[in-house]
């Protein structure tokens, strides 16, 4: 009897030596993934204008420093999707314009920071997160496979009424006035705002084109936009953006109706070298 029990424990002693093993072979025989070499955060997934925009910090966890990490945005293989179940593509910047891939050198144990980029995202309310999903790849590593974040919250800041939406977080637009005037005896609409730089750079070329339409509360389009910093009007403003300094400018609305009550429009906006989060400023319900 004293045999049996130690011959017993014996193969029990065996089977579980046995099941330990193999699963130290399958943990050794598993595919390295984005997060074993890398450790990525999403610091903040807000919508800006049409668009949502991702920013995010990737440090380099390898332990070896990497001469080519490339990082490619959601593509027809691996596209993002949202808690409703639509499929989006999506860009990447690191700082410079927005691209379906970029590249980089990175480290032992160096942070980068960039942002991705979702355009068109669904308007509706009812979306409020996101499987970020991208991929990326390292000959150092011998590595190219997906990374996934899952149910990331989407922050909605939207100005939806009598406001300005801004084109991008690192800008701050504000209405300072609009008003019904005569000048040269004709009706305008001048639309007063201010726009702060907020993005900690200087950028390069930053320009509003006027080269668009409004639109009154009844229905009525207005064509022959111009823009003013201060002087005379033009179809255009541009220039050096200093940070942290602030334009005010003057958007008029000729010939209008004199029962004309409300205006929206959209000024597309550009800058050189810098990957704006929106191309258009959005002008909503704009009352006289």
Same mark, same amino acid.
């Given at each position: &009897?004293?045999?049996?029990?130690?011959? $017993?424990? &014996?193969? *029990?002693?065996?089977?579980?030596?046995?099941?330990?093993?193999?699963?130290?072979?399958?943990? @050794?025989?598993?595919?390295?993934?984005?997060?074993?070499?890398?450790? &990525?955060?999403?610091?903040?997934?807000?919508?800006?204008?049409?668009?949502?925009?991702?920013? $995010?910090? *990737?440090?380099?966890?390898?332990?070896?420093?990497?001469?080519?990490?490339?990082?490619?945005?959601?593509?027809? =293989?691996?596209?993002?999707?949202?808690?409703?179940?639509? &499929? #989006?593509?999506? @860009?990447?910047?690191?700082?410079?314009? =927005?691209?379906?891939?970029?590249?980089?050198?990175?480290?032992?144990?160096?942070?980068?920071?960039?942002?991705?980029?979702?355009? /068109?995202?669904?308007?509706?309310?009812?979306?409020?997160?996101?499987?970020? +999903?991208?991929?990326?790849?390292?000959?150092?590593?011998?590595?190219?496979?997906?990374?996934? +974040?899952?149910?990331?919250?989407?922050?909605?800041?939207?100005?939806?009424? !009598?406001?300005?939406?801004?084109?991008?977080?690192?800008?701050? #637009?504000?209405?300072?006035?609009?008003?019904?005037?005569?000048? !040269?005896?004709?009706?305008?609409?001048?639309?007063?705002?201010?726009?702060?730089?907020?993005?900690?750079?200087?950028?390069?070329? $930053?320009?509003? /084109?006027?080269?668009?339409?409004?639109?009154? /509360?009844?229905?009525?389009?207005?064509?022959? +936009?111009?823009?003013?910093?201060?002087?005379? $009007?033009?179809?255009?403003?541009?220039?050096?953006?200093?940070?942290?300094?602030? =334009?005010?400018?003057?958007?008029?609305?000729?010939?209008? /109706?004199?029962?004309?009550?409300?205006?929206?429009?959209?000024?597309?906006?550009?800058?050189?070298?810098?990957?704006?989060?929106?191309?258009?400023?959005?002008?909503?319900?704009?009352?006289?």
């Amino acid at each position: &009897m004293y045999m049996k029990n130690v011959k $017993f424990l &014996m193969l *029990m002693l065996l089977a579980v030596l046995s099941l330990s093993s193999c699963e130290n072979e399958e943990e @050794e025989e598993k595919e390295p993934n984005f997060f074993t070499y890398f450790q &990525m955060n999403v610091t903040n997934c807000e919508r800006v204008g049409n668009n949502l925009q991702v920013d $995010f910090t *990737m440090k380099n966890i390898s332990g070896v420093d990497l001469n080519q990490v490339q990082l490619n945005g959601g593509s027809v =293989w691996d596209m993002c999707e949202d808690n409703t179940g639509e &499929m #989006y593509y999506s @860009e990447i910047s690191l700082g410079g314009n =927005w691209l379906e891939s970029v590249r980089t050198s990175m480290d032992k144990g160096e942070t980068i920071s960039g942002s991705f980029l979702i355009k /068109n995202f669904n308007k509706s309310i009812k979306v409020n997160q996101l499987n970020l +999903i991208f991929n990326c790849s390292c000959p150092t590593l011998d590595f190219n496979g997906r990374g996934e +974040i899952d149910k990331v919250k989407v922050l909605d800041n939207r100005v939806m009424s !009598d406001g300005i939406r801004t084109n991008d977080l690192g800008l701050v #637009y504000k209405l300072v006035s609009a008003e019904y005037k005569t000048v !040269d005896n004709e009706n305008v609409a001048d639309i007063t705002f201010t726009v702060t730089n907020n993005t900690g750079l200087d950028l390069q070329d $930053f320009q509003l /084109n006027c080269n668009t339409h409004f639109e009154d /509360n009844l229905g009525k389009q207005y064509y022959g +936009i111009a823009i003013s910093n201060g002087g005379d $009007f033009y179809t255009n403003v541009h220039g050096t953006f200093k940070k942290s300094s602030t =334009w005010q400018l003057t958007i008029r609305i000729p010939r209008i /109706n004199i029962n004309s009550k409300r205006f929206n429009g959209s000024v597309p906006c550009t800058v050189d070298g810098y990957p704006l989060g929106d191309s258009y400023v959005n002008f909503y319900d704009i009352s006289l």
